[in-house]
């Protein structure tokens, strides 16, 4: 494979893995010090073949120890939503808030015909067209984005150790992956890679993956209407009561007289206290591409729809800088009207439902159902009610707030942003320099 193409390649990786992965098959039976049964693994035969032994046997966790490093280069950026929901992994992308996404190009799956692509390539002209118009009339690329498609290029690094990489490539070439023919490929590079360090491991996991979404799935193929634009909510539908007695005695069985929150700030074991309140919120209309914002804090569980169902809807939304401007407030509404049209023509050709994915804006408006726990909750507002996080996701962060504070005064008393939180901005030379007021708005927050 060239590294200029579109693929997935191994870029490096733990040195002599599979040796250090064969010793820890080794140290829970064998006798001997770590140091020494690592001195003698040197027959790399033998220590694939106990490495196949010990994992078929369900000892899974030794193939921890070997660490890799992948770059996904030129994707589609709908691979990013796909992959950032397996949360053993570590990931940067390239960021769509900071760069100029003028010239990435975009990928089309060979499945589309001639005349699709065709079709495809004149709308794509346009998104980017009228994503350059914005740009040139001042408005932010992390605005301007919101009009171009799911099919965009962009790219990513990726690490995670063998076990997660045995899941995430079972799961793309057997599992919900394998209905994506750009995700199947990018799955085979890998699996072929991975082949390379350990032969026949991929094989030997793929029969936990034979899941048939399409027996599951409801998959609209109903042509769009005029689309609605559309802005966010959010409900606490589920939270933890009666916290204020319940932390101190938690506090008491970890040996503390109370919970002092300004204590477990600086005391790691007293604010895992957090960690035994839930908060559940439904969360409508929140922009499809902001949705791996939210994705990347990794200690929740989180439920959306399947990416094949997104495509068909009909919902949107624009930027408020955008909507500030009649002129591009009337070319974005053409555009996704455009977008809709070409959807609905693609449809009368019962084309394949997974390859709408590459027509879909990043503007979509998709519900979600998030379930964190407190402690979660405080790193999450102090990174995203900050004033330098995306504003979409700011918002919701703040309406979030807003109703925990509501549900329970107390416990959610000094969460916000961190110069709120632990009176000190970790921004460095990029701090908004209003400490001040946002201290009086987070004291005040419910009546803002």
């Known amino acids: 494979m060239k590294f200029n193409e579109t693929g997935a390649f191994i870029l490096s990786e733990t040195k002599n893995g599979e040796r250090i992965v064969s010793c820890g098959g080794r140290i829970s039976t064998q006798p ?16 694939l073949k106990l490495v ?18 992948i770059a996904f280069n030129n994707v589609s950026i709908f691979i990013e939503q796909y992959l950032i929901e397996f949360r053993l992994a570590s990931f940067t992308i390239k960021s769509g808030r900071y760069v100029n996404f003028s010239s990435a190009g975009f990928n089309l799956p ?4 001639d005349e699709q692509k065709k079709l495809l390539k004149a709308h794509y002209k346009k998104m980017f067209k009228t994503y350059d118009k914005f740009v040139a009339a001042g408005i932010p690329v992390e605005d301007a984005r ?38 199947i490929e990018l799955g085979l590079q890998l699996k072929a890679q991975f082949d390379e360090r350990y032969p026949g491991l991929i094989e030997a996991n793929a029969k936990y993956y034979t899941e048939d979404l399409n027996k599951v799935l409801k998959i609209s193929q109903e042509p769009c209407k005029k689309p609605e634009f559309v802005s966010h909510s959010a409900n606490l539908i589920s939270g933890s009561t009666n916290s204020g007695e319940a932390i101190n005695e938690f506090a008491k069985a970890s040996g503390y007289e109370k919970f002092d ?20 919120f439904k969360v409508d209309n929140f922009a499809l591409i902001i949705l791996k914002h939210y994705s990347r804090h990794r200690m929740q569980t989180l439920s959306t729809a399947p990416i094949v169902q997104m495509a068909g809807i009909n919902k949107f939304v624009i930027p408020e800088t955008i909507l500030a401007e009649p002129e591009l407030k009337a070319e974005f509404e053409k555009c996704i009207k455009e977008n809709r049209r070409i959807y609905n023509k693609l449809l009368e050709q019962n084309i ?14 998709i519900n979600f159902v998030s379930t964190m726990n407190a402690r979660e909750l405080l790193h999450f507002m102090n990174l995203r009610t900050c004033s330098r996080a995306q504003w979409e996701i700011r918002y919701l962060a703040n309406d979030m707030l807003k109703l925990l504070k509501k549900h329970d005064p107390t416990l959610f008393t000094n969460f916000g942003p961190s110069c709120y939180t632990y009176g000190v901005c970790p921004e460095g030379r990029l701090c908004c320099g209003k400490q001040a007021e946002m201290k009086a708005k987070f004291d005040n927050l419910e009546n803002n």
């Open 32 to 47: 001997g010090t770590a140091v020494e049964l690592y001195k003698k693994a040197t027959d790399k035969e033998k220590n």
């Open 52 to 69: 196949s032994r010990v994992v078929a046997s369900g000892h899974k966790t030794i193939l921890e120890h070997h660490y890799f490093n």
């Open 110 to 113: 060979n499945s589309f015909t």
């Open 146 to 183: 919101f009009v171009l498609p799911y099919g965009l290029k962009t790219n990513i690094y990726m690490s995670m150790n063998a076990r997660e990489l045995v899941h995430i490539i079972c799961s793309m070439v057997y599992g919900r992956g394998k209905y994506y023919e750009e995700i």
């Open 261 to 280: 929150f300004e204590t477990a700030l600086k005391d790691d074991k007293q604010s895992k206290l957090l960690e035994h309140f839930s908060y559940t």
């Open 352 to 365: 394949n439902p997974y390859l709408m994915i590459y027509i879909t804006p990043h503007a979509t408006a």
